[in-house]
């Protein structure tokens, strides 16, 4: 009994001494982008127009909401209507289901440069798009297609049988079960999916400099070269000229993601609740 209580005690220690660890360097990192960042946030940073003179992050981060937007609507939907296929209609373990879901994990995995080239050679040479915003959106739909894919199948394999059986009582067919009582149920865990790709969308550089370019102007079609706010960061970090913007700009990048998080957080619960 005694060693049990020691051997309680030395993990208990180690899960708090493992939770300090990750906060502290958390609160560290987002105190030193503060506490650099704030102080040189100007309003010239907001200006309509990019120059030498104000380094604007409009331009950019108007980017950003466009690109994040239509990834989004290019990747998700994929991502959903293939997990309900998946689950609800193909046979669960069947080979499949395990092929699909052994290449998701393993696409996920792979470094984002690696899409960025593929991007580099599929959408803009051999399709000729070019650097612009549509194959900087095409490359980073499939970067995230295989989180959403699984977030989606997880989520959905997560409502129980007993829902979907009730349903089927009632007389309901499968394509009204699905979309009236499972995905409902679902909808909090998919939102958490696109949570995650919304993040690395946002945070994404290698991938978009192969393929979206670097344009600091604001993009007027599919078809324009557009840097987002991380690639704007790049820039500004390589020409070693505006550290000071670059600071600024990522507290921007941070105040962002903060708040697409806390939106995103009470729109799942809302739902969650509702259904």
């Known amino acids: 009994m005694k ?11 180690c899960v708090y001494l493992a939770a300090a660890l990750t906060a502290g360097a958390l609160l560290f990192i987002v105190g030193y982008i503060l506490i650099k960042g704030v102080p040189n946030l100007t309003w010239s940073l907001f200006a309509w127009r990019y120059n030498s003179v104000n380094v604007s992050l409009l331009p950019a981060l108007l980017n950003t909401v466009l690109m994040t937007a239509l990834a989004l609507v290019i990747s998700v939907p994929l991502g959903v209507f293939a997990a309900i296929y998946l689950v609800e209609y193909a ?7 395990r092929i699909v879901r052994m290449n998701a994990e393993t696409l996920s995995g792979i470094p984002s440069i690696v899409y960025g080239l593929f991007g580099m050679l599929f959408f803009v040479n051999t399709l000729k798009l070019g650097l612009s915003m549509l194959s900087g ?9 295989p989180l959403i894919l699984r977030t989606a199948e997880e989520a959905l394999l997560s409502v129980p049988d007993s829902y979907r059986e009730g349903s089927f009582g009632l007389g309901a067919g499968r394509l009204r079960t ?23 969308i946002v945070g994404e550089t290698a991938a978009l400099l192969y393929t ?3 344009s600091s102007e604001t993009v007027s079609g599919l078809f324009d070269s557009a840097r987002t706010l991380s690639v704007h960061m790049y820039a500004l970090s390589q020409e070693g000229l505006y550290l000071d913007q670059t600071y600024a700009t990522a507290v921007v990048l941070l105040l962002i993601v903060i708040l697409i998080n806390a939106a995103s957080g009470a729109l799942a619960k809302r739902v969650g609740k509702r259904s």
């Open 212 to 214: 979206a370019g670097t």
């Open 137 to 145: 959106a095409l490359t980073l739909s499939i970067m995230i297609l």
């Open 178 to 200: 699905v979309f009236r009582v499972v995905l409902p149920g679902a909808v909090p865990g998919i939102l958490a999916g696109v949570i995650l790709g919304v993040g690395r």
């Open 3 to 13: 060693r049990a209580k020691i051997s309680a005690f030395i993990l208990r220690a």
């Open 91 to 97: 046979r669960r373990g069947s080979r499949l289901v």
